[in-house]
């Protein structure tokens, strides 16, 4: 087949098809798709979006990113870090399940789209080696654990507070620890038991699936659910009218102020462009921006409160003969005589028009039936700016998670991998989900590993994934129903525990304190940016590049003796080599460019005061790898500055790329072609035919064969 063609159409490889390929990728494809479903249902919900996001994340980019990608076994999908990323991003911006939010989703998903496509077309994959294994490897335990706490008030069927600070929200759930729903967390903690046996006694079964079977028939056949509503005029008693009255106001009063900074933030923008940051105007809003961020967290203090309140007072129903609610009373405070339901209720999603009643637990409700809305997505160009900055994070770490596992199976199946072609497979696949209302998706392992261990031999696997999700999609929805949230919660607790690796973190301090200082400040800015994920990875980013500028500004320089076989080595090493008063050898490891080169004229200079016979400097170059303009400008001034002291510089064993840079720079004339050397034997060899006799008696001196 034409190699141009397949360059465009990577798919067409796995042509011809052979009957037993088929079989064994469709069985792989069932197989991952089982397990897929439930887990995209908890991942979306994971992001912010309602459960059933998760399917159409399933279905086109899955199939999209196999075909265009390079890796036969690598399953794209919905995963937990990418998921949580898109909340952090997301919900600063609007909240989380809104109309807005899920537009600006999806919007999200074709910037990423966008940005590793343009990387995979100008073969730039090597900008993801900018968040090194430390960095991610700190911020993906970090991650991990904010994953697992996010699920935790699921778990324990309370609610969770949403604002700027993660760890004042979980410290939340935990202070609701005494109104945990029992049947709630029997579901959630049951379903982990579950898993963990299937997954320690009989592996090769699906836990996922046949946790979420079992607790949807057991949610369906107890009415696990078992919810109603009301409007503020069926409460029938005054107390408890007047704290959701309370309830209401402090809501208005959160919605109030999030409308108002909203505004305020628009004006400042404004105003900035306008007339500047340091304009009068310009400081007048951002104080007033800060006294009403400052009202705002008062208010969700607030709210939280008196939503606690309303919680702690658990209610009936007073009904009439077919079931809807006529009145709403405290538990002990109905009259005598009137019909009420059977269950005790809590207030829960209090509006301005009423309220929900919940009995039971929380189940994933209705799915729409059928294929997603296809239409291009809604691009919001005010808020470009903070979500291109998180659209890059998630398209580097997206990549990177993916590139990491199809890897990781290369090496297994000794398949050739082309990391470009997997930025355009996993990019195109992103594209394809913007237009398939799917928020960000990528390589997952565990997914991954199931492919191969079914056996796939190619990305049909991962077209019958998503033929199966579509089958899901268009007749299947009904039958989730019933699955309840806290199973959910239990899928992504039990998938996110694999990603907590600690000895990662230790291996890279191992290696070196810098690296593992990256991973250690990278998981805990993680975690105390929280929700704001991507500051963290920036911060780890940021400070990885700034601790390898700082090892390379001094990297290692060793003066060198003479060795009883003729070799240099480091007289640091080995004390007792002998040295030549008339000529200096110096190895230098490390590329001279703007960070390190004065580094390097300081060592020189420094080494030469102590030697004040010294004649020739040689310079063992077989260490530097590059040189730019400032390395060759330093250079430059110290060959004349050592000439005028009569001291000769001398190189020995440059690089072709090193040698460049001095005859572009004409650097090579200053220094002399005839001072520089292929090897240092050779080098030190010419410097003793100009010593003469000078030098007769050195001990430097080339090592002359022992006479027989």
């Not at 037993?20 to 089982?34: Q, R």
């Not at 106001?249 to 007339?275: G, S, T």
């Not at 400052?294 to 409160?305: F, G, T, V």
Request: with cysteine; hydrophobic share 50%.
């Amino acid at each position: 087949m034409n190699p141009k063609l397949i360059r465009f159409l990577p798919f067409l490889r796995w042509f011809p098809l052979k009957a037993d390929d088929v079989k064994i990728n469709f069985l792989a494809g069932l197989t991952v798709a089982l397990v897929l479903i439930p887990q995209s249902m908890a991942y979306a919900q994971l992001a912010g979006l309602p459960a059933y996001f998760g399917l159409y994340a399933a279905f086109l980019p899955v199939a999209v990113a196999a075909m265009w990608g390079s890796s036969n076994q690598l399953a794209t999908g919905p995963v937990a870090v990418v998921s949580l990323l898109t909340a952090s991003s997301v919900a600063t911006l609007a909240p989380p399940g809104s109309e807005q939010f899920i537009a600006l989703a999806i919007m999200l998903t074709f910037l990423v789209a966008l940005i590793q496509l343009t990387l995979g077309i100008f073969k730039l994959g090597v900008v993801v080696n900018f968040l090194s294994h430390p960095v991610i490897v700190g911020f993906t335990n970090a991650a991990a654990i904010i994953i697992g706490l996010s699920q935790v008030s699921k778990i324990l069927g309370v609610s969770m507070p949403r604002s700027e600070s993660f760890i004042h929200d979980i410290l939340g759930v935990f202070r609701q620890v005494g109104d945990t729903h029992w049947p709630t967390f029997a579901m959630g903690v049951g379903a982990m038991l579950l898993m963990w046996a299937m997954k320690k006694y009989v592996p090769r079964w699906p836990g996922v699936l046949v946790a979420v079977v079992l607790t949807t028939l057991i949610s369906w056949a107890v009415g696990f659910e078992r919810n109603a509503s009301a409007v503020h005029d069926q409460v029938a008693d005054a107390e408890l009218k007047t704290q959701i009255g309370r309830v209401v106001q402090a809501i208005a009063e959160v919605d109030r102020l999030n409308v108002a900074i909203a505004e305020k933030n628009d004006a400042l923008a404004a105003v900035i462009k306008a007339e500047g940051e340091n304009s009068v105007k310009a400081v007048s809003l951002e104080a007033d921006l800060a006294l009403a961020k400052i009202a705002l967290r008062n208010a969700e203090d607030i709210s939280a409160s008196e939503r606690k309140k309303l919680r702690k007072i658990p209610v009936v129903r007073q009904i009439d003969d077919a079931g809807a609610t006529v009145a709403v009373y405290p538990v002990g405070k109905a009259p005598a005589g009137v019909k009420l339901d059977s269950a005790e209720y809590r207030i829960r999603k209090v509006d301005s028009k009423g309220f929900k009643l919940v009995g039971g637990g929380e189940v994933v409700g209705t799915i729409p039936e059928g294929l997603p809305t296809f239409s291009l997505p809604t691009l919001e160009m005010d808020k470009l700016g903070p979500m291109f900055s998180a659209a890059l994070v998630i398209a580097l770490v997206g990549f990177m998670e993916a590139i990491s596992i199809a890897k990781a199976m290369a090496a297994r199946t000794k398949q050739r991998l082309d990391p470009n072609q997997e930025l355009i497979g996993q990019g195109l696949g992103n594209l394809a989900g913007s237009v398939s209302m799917s928020y960000p998706t990528s390589g997952s392992f565990s997914r991954s590993a199931v492919n191969m261990n079914m056996g796939a031999t190619s990305g049909l696997s991962s077209v019958f994934t998503a033929l199966i999700v579509l089958v899901t999609l268009l007749f299947l929805t009904p039958l989730l129903y019933h699955l309840p949230q806290a199973v959910l919660a239990a899928i992504i607790i039990m998938a996110v525990g694999g990603l907590v690796n600690i000895e990662g973190v230790r291996h890279a301090w191992k290696a070196h304190k810098h690296d593992g200082i990256a991973a250690i400040v990278t998981f805990f800015a993680t975690l105390f940016f929280a929700p704001h994920l991507d500051n963290g990875i920036l911060v780890g980013a940021g400070l990885a590049i700034v601790l390898f500028l700082l090892r390379t500004m001094k990297p290692r320089v060793a003066l060198l003796g003479r060795y009883s076989d003729g070799t240099l080595r480091d007289i640091k090493v080995n004390p007792d080599l002998p040295t030549s008063e008339h000529i200096m050898a110096m190895r230098y490891d490390g590329s001279l460019y703007f960070a390190n080169v004065s580094y390097f004229e300081d060592t020189v200079l420094e080494a030469l005061a102590e030697r004040p016979k010294v004649k020739y400097v040689l310079i063992v170059g077989d260490g530097i790898n590059q040189m730019d303009a400032s390395g060759e400008e330093v250079v430059h001034h110290l060959v004349e500055r050592l000439r005028e002291s009569g001291i000769t510089l001398v190189f020995s064993g440059l690089k072709k790329q090193v040698i460049d840079v001095m005859r572009q720079t004409r650097l090579i004339e200053a220094v002399g072609e005839n001072n520089i050397f292929a090897t240092e034997d050779q080098a030190i060899t010419a410097i003793y035919e100009r010593l003469g006799d000078a030098a007769r008696d050195d001990l430097f001196c080339v090592v002359k064969p022992a006479a027989a």
